[in-house]
C-alpha cells in the first residue's frame, strides 16, 4: 500500500501525463479487469469529486481499473453517504490518501452564487453557500467550497493534518477545465 506521498505523487505525475495524452494511459486491459474480479480493488488514492461530465478522474490522473476510489456529486459537496464511503475505502482497503476535487466553471458553485434555490439541489446549494459566503468570483468560490470539503471529511472522520508519512492525509485540489491541470490547494 502506498503512503499518502507517495499516492499524492503518482496523481501528480499522472496528471502531468494527461496533460499531454490524446488516449487515456491507464490500464483498462481485460487482464486488469480479471485481476481485480479475482483479487478485489486495491485504490491508492480516494477522490470526492464534482458529477460534472468534463470532470473523469481516471483520465485525469491517468489512472485503470482498481487506481482511484470515486465518489462523485454535484459540487462535490458531502453528506453522511459521501463520508461514509470515504470512510469505507479508508478503513477496509486501506487507502492513505483522500483527495476533494473541485473544478473551475461549476454549475453548482455558480447557481450557489447566483442564489438559485428550490427542489432536491436546494441542499447541495446551502452547503455551497455555506462554503462560500459572499464570494462572487467563481475560482475562488470553487476554492473556497473546497478547503470547506477538506475541513468537514477532517472533523466528521477526526483526520487531523499529522506528521506520520504513513497516516490518513486529505488534500484539496481544483482541476483546471480549460486546460487540464490540477492544482493542489491543501495538504
Known sequence: MLTADEAKQRLIDGNKSYLGALTGDGD??????RETALNGQNPYAIVITCSD???IPESIFSAGIGELFVIRVAGNVLDDHQL?????????LGTKLIVLLGHTRCGAVGAAIEGHTGGFIESILKDIQLAIGNEKDDFKASCLNVKHGVETIRRELKIHPIHDPEGLRVAGAIYHI???RVEFLTD
Open 178 to 180: 480549460e486546460d487540464g
Open 28 to 33: 483498462i486491459s481485460p487482464a486488469k479487469r
Open 53 to 55: 461530465s468534463r470532470v
Open 84 to 92: 461514509g464511503s470515504i470512510e469505507y475505502a479508508a478503513d477496509h
